[in-house]
């Protein structure tokens, strides 16, 4: 490796030009032909399988496989596509080692499961490769359906909807489609476009419009689209970002970590992006583990990533925690951030107080630490922003308040994704709320 550029500060083009190629390169390379028939063979095809059981979407994981086996990845594909039709970016971005994975016969046997994820790639990019799709719109209803967010939940709502024959109009305050898969997701996890290639995969279909730069509250009201459509599903994730909450918390070179990703997604020379020497990451989550890797990948000599709890308590799991630190990565538990250091209103280091389980609360213990940082990463949770809703829906712990079938309070109203309350932030459970609402639509237009 070559020698890095080690001054103090935000600074860009810390690496040779070859390094970021490499350091962003896929981080699951594919399997070849060869590599998914003998990962295939590994599985046991259970009858009752545990895996499909712990599949948000409910994918028939045995089935696929067997397909796979028998060299009928196209098949592979239409088993996988039926249930999720983002199955390619949940095949790369989707926590396998906590859901399906896990949940493996053989994981249990023998600590190591069938590589499930890699062989849902292996199929959905044949798939996809191939330009084949499986679906066709049924005879237009007549009906119309606004879908507010171009996200997982409102792609696979959309989908389904056009299936059914209903237009659907998606708006979107963003310059593209995918929501999180386009602008919140790891650089190295979704290489080569991958995100707006399943965009337009999934448009393909037809009867799918999307309006860009289109924010609800802004230029489109919940009143509006109730109006002119016979149905809405609201699919718009979280927008807001939670603070600090501390002195200095809003210093240059305190930094919001989902917009930072966004901004290194979006980049089109990584040379270009500014990152500090020494950098801290507060939070715990797959965010901090995101924003935290990349940043040492992009040439921060030091990366530490601070966490109020121990390491038990991380929503990032222990497959992403090791990663973080075969990257260099330090984690840091029992910690909480106290005061941002700062000179010429520049980060200089941040002070955090180590914390403890007090009476079953935690609490902070009096003792203190500063680490030297020029740049502070916020990865401390994101919040829906309800204001664009002004009161037409109900809410619960924040979010959308919805029924089994993700109704809301509002006639004509669905909802799903990350902004209905037991939203768990994930990908694939947002696919799966989605694909059910336009069942639950459809249901209802029908």
Same mark, same amino acid.
């Given at each position: ?20 190629? &490499? ?21 046991y095809f259970c009858y009752d ?69 890699? =062989? ?22 007549? %009906? ?44 190295? %996890? ?7 290639? +399943? ?155 180590y914390t403890a389980m007090q ?7 009096? +003792? ?14 994101? &919040? ?41 932030? =994930? ?12 069942? &639950? ?6």
């Amino acid at each position: 490796m070559s020698e890095r550029r080690l001054e103090a500060g935000v600074a860009a083009g810390r690496l040779a030009p070859e390094e970021y190629a &490499s350091n962003f390169a896929d981080l699951h390379p594919p399997l070849d032909r060869h590599e998914a028939l003998v990962a295939a063979d590994r599985c046991y095809f259970c009858y009752d399988a545990p895996c499909v059981t712990a599949c948000p979407t409910g994918i028939d994981i045995p089935l696929f496989i067997r397909q796979i086996a028998t060299g009928n990845e196209i098949g592979s594909a239409r088993t996988i596509f039926d249930q999720n039709i983002l199955g390619g970016m949940c095949a790369r971005v989707c926590p396998t080692e906590t859901l399906c994975e896990q949940a493996c016969v053989r994981e249990t046997a023998e600590g190591k499961p069938v590589e499930i994820g890699r =062989l849902q790639r292996f199929a959905t990019d044949a798939a996809m490769a191939a330009g084949k799709q499986f679906y066709g719109r049924a005879e237009a209803t007549g %009906k119309r359906v606004a879908v507010v967010g171009a996200g997982p939940a409102g792609l696979a709502c959309a989908h389904r909807l056009a299936v059914h024959g209903h237009a659907v109009t998606v708006y979107d305050a963003r310059p593209k489609a995918g929501g999180l898969n386009e602008y919140g997701i790891a650089a190295y %996890k979704t290489v080569d476009g991958f995100a707006q290639a +399943e965009v337009d995969y999934v448009t393909a279909i037809g009867g799918i419009d999307i309006e860009y730069g289109k924010a609800l509250g802004r230029d489109v009201t919940l009143t509006e689209l109730c109006g002119g459509c016979d149905a809405v599903f609201l699919g718009m994730g979280l927008a807001g970002v939670n603070a600090l909450g501390v002195e200095g918390g809003d210093a240059d070179g305190v930094t919001d970590a989902v917009d930072w990703i966004a901004e290194l997604r979006q980049a089109g020379d990584l040379a270009a992006l500014p990152v500090g020497r020494r950098v801290v990451v507060i939070g715990g989550g797959m965010t901090a583990i995101d924003v935290a890797v990349q940043a040492k990948l992009l040439g921060a000599e030091e990366v530490t990533i601070c966490y109020r709890r121990g390491k038990e308590s991380m929503n990032a799991s222990e497959w992403e925690q090791d990663l973080a630190a075969s990257r260099g990565v330090a984690i840091r538990h029992w910690l909480r951030p106290k005061r941002v250091q700062t000179q010429s209103g520049k980060v200089t280091g941040i002070t955090l107080e180590y914390t403890a389980m007090q009476g079953g609360r935690l609490a902070g213990t009096g +003792e203190t630490l500063t680490l030297a940082a020029d740049q502070v990463f916020r990865a401390i949770g994101q &919040s829906f922003v309800a204001d664009p809703l002004a009161g037409a829906v109900e809410l619960e712990n924040g979010r959308i308040r919805v029924d089994a079938e993700g109704r809301t309070s509002a006639p004509k109203v669905w909802a799903g994704g990350d902004c209905v309350a037991g939203g768990d932030d =994930l990908t694939v459970s947002a696919v799966a709320m989605g694909r059910d609402a336009a069942e &639950s639509i459809h249901a209802a237009l029908s």
